[in-house]
């Protein structure tokens, strides 16, 4: 039986991270956009709160708290801001999580139990120049030596560049498969900052997450230990399909936040705002804007909160993370274009939030699968194309206090 009640749990998770983005993000926040500036210290922040490691077991340095955590995390920091969300995205949806569900004991205790403590910061390198929705069109190769891979490549539109001191990278480790388009000639790889041909760089002049570090990874004959390949070698691609399933749910539960963002600000606004004499919440197209901002964030809560009972069980969740993802995704984006609308002129400077709302907004329709290829796979699995239903593993079932 599905039960969304939320626990005293989800309520205490609840209550500090959205303690922790007025505290901490939200006085801050407009500078910080309008510099393009990131703020390092709030990785520290994130770390002290347990929230870096929130649904990672305790003996592995986490919270021990479940999926559904981290989903209530996800909604409440994007609430703050976008950039804060892609932190949690990034380090614990994409890689911690891989770790824990790929990685073998000596692996998780090297990297695992440090990125759950927030001692150190995670990444994930995947999308290149030319490869973003093709994951199978990476050029990226690792090359088998002696005990160690050399891998050359370059990693593009990569959050936390900058700061992560592990990158979880996929390259070709079959050059002729890679002729071929075979995905099972994709490896997985735990490349460490310090490793010698390992470069980075900032993106700067992006539309939105502009508070957010996102760059580049340059990686130049870098020697990887053979014990840092995560998973088999010819799994890359199975363990970025699963990245990508924790990843979407992150950001729906993020996109979420947003159109609640954008509701209450529209509410509040709607409320002292007058125009023919009467405040602007009293017009029917106006209530009908803030109508949808309502359906919206009720619909898509309701959609990740599903995806992560999922998870919580140990099930296949790969049709319901991805409707999740594409869903409530496009309600934050039009829950962001109304509350502009909502604002009037105003909402076109960034005195009030919705103007950075926004411009934050576009960037959840397309990374981590856009919105086309979400649509894809709902219109596959219809029609009995995704035979699996799901994808071929799944997070480690939550046991509580684990």
């Not at 009640?5 to 007025?22: I, M, N, P, R, S």
């Not at 891979?149 to 992560?164: F, P, Q, R, T």
Request: with cysteine; hydrophobic share 40%; net charge neutral.
């Amino acid at each position: 039986m599905i039960d969304f009640t939320w626990t005293e749990e989800h309520k205490a998770v609840f209550k500090l991270v959205q303690d922790f983005g007025q505290k901490e993000v939200i006085p801050f926040i407009r500078e910080r956009d309008r510099k393009e500036q990131f703020d390092p210290a709030i990785l520290k922040k994130l770390g002290e709160a347990d929230i870096l490691g929130i649904c990672i077991p305790v003996k592995y340095g986490g919270a021990g708290l479940d999926y559904i955590s981290l989903g209530i995390a996800c909604q409440e920091l994007e609430y703050a801001d976008t950039s804060l969300r892609v932190i949690l995205s990034v380090h614990t949806g994409l890689t911690s999580l891989a770790y824990l569900t790929w990685g073998n004991e000596v692996q998780k205790q090297k990297y695992l139990v440090p990125q759950a403590k927030g001692e150190k910061i995670g990444s994930f390198g995947l999308t290149e120049p030319n490869a973003g929705s093709d994951v199978v069109g990476i050029q990226a190769t690792a090359d088998k030596k002696e005990g160690f891979y050399v891998l050359n490549g370059e990693k593009m539109w990569i959050s936390l560049a900058d700061v992560a001191d592990n990158f979880l990278c996929f390259a070709w480790t079959d050059r002729k498969k890679r002729d071929r388009r075979d995905h099972t000639g994709i490896s997985a790889f735990i490349v460490e900052r310090k490793f010698k041909g390992v470069k980075t760089g900032t993106i700067h002049g992006k539309l939105g997450v502009r508070a957010g570090n996102t760059g580049y990874v340059s990686l130049s004959d870098v020697e990887v230990p053979q014990e840092n390949m995560l998973g088999q070698e010819g799994e890359g691609f199975k363990i970025a399909m699963f990245c990508l399933d924790q990843g979407r749910y992150t950001v729906a539960a993020g996109a979420t936040g947003l159109t609640k963002a954008c509701l209450d600000a529209s509410v509040n606004y709607s409320k002292t705002r007058k125009t023919f004499n009467t405040y602007i919440g009293e017009h029917q197209l106006v209530k009908e804007m803030i109508a949808f901002m309502v359906s919206g964030f009720e619909a898509s809560q309701l959609l990740w909160l599903r995806a992560g009972w999922l998870k919580n069980q140990g099930m296949p969740n790969s049709k319901e993370t991805a409707l999740a993802k594409w869903f409530a995704c496009d309600a934050a984006e039009k829950a962001a274009s109304d509350a502009v609308q909502v604002f009037g002129s105003y909402g076109f400077s960034d005195e009030y939030p919705v103007e950075r709302f926004y411009r934050n907004s576009k960037g959840s329709s397309i990374y981590e699968g856009t919105r086309e290829i979400q649509k894809l796979l709902q219109a596959d699995y219809a029609l009995g194309f995704k035979a699996d239903k799901g994808s071929r593993c799944t997070l480690p079932k939550y046991q509580p206090g684990w």
